[in-house]
């Protein structure tokens, strides 16, 4: 009998950390800024052999990354799809922290808002 509640108990432990996780990354999901969007070709005269996105023409099946951080492909077809490459945080929970961007390598830290070297850690 006892052997069979120390399953049961080390079961409902396993389930009970599986159900941590999954509701963590919720949380994660849901508290991020991520995106994205998808273009289907469009008519020109003449014709362009591929995407044209922000004033440029990228060929068919190439990727690139702007200036903005989002990562970009024009597939064969000249459908557009774009993705936002940093999944920032619109929700931190101390008002003596803030997100600080790198935009040259499509990064983020949580800095305290007074001193941007320190990153913040129990946000």
Same mark, same amino acid.
């Given at each position: 009998m006892i052997l069979l509640l120390s399953g049961y108990i080390s079961r409902q432990q396993s389930e009970n +950390?599986? !159900?941590?996780?999954? !509701? /963590?990354?919720g949380i994660l999901l849901?508290? #991020? =800024?991520?995106? #994205? !969007?998808? +273009?289907?070709p469009e008519i020109?005269? $003449? $014709?362009i =052999? /591929? %995407?044209f !996105?922000? @004033?440029?023409v990228h060929s068919f099946s190439s990727d690139?990354? *702007?200036k903005d951080c989002m990562k970009c492909r024009c597939d =064969? /077809? /000249?459908?557009? *799809? %774009? #993705?936002q490459m940093l999944g920032l945080p619109i929700y931190i929970g101390r008002s003596d922290c803030e997100v600080l961007e790198d935009k040259k390598t #499509?990064? &983020?830290?949580?800095? &305290?808002?007074? @001193?941007?070297? +320190?990153d913040c850690r129990d946000y």
């Open positions: +950390k599986l !159900f941590a996780v999954l !509701f /963590g990354a849901t508290l #991020c =800024n991520a995106a #994205c !969007f998808t +273009k289907e020109h005269e $003449p $014709p =052999n /591929g %995407c !996105f922000e @004033d440029e690139w990354v *702007t =064969n /077809g /000249g459908t557009l *799809t %774009c #993705c #499509c990064t &983020y830290r949580i800095v &305290y808002t007074s @001193d941007h070297t +320190k």
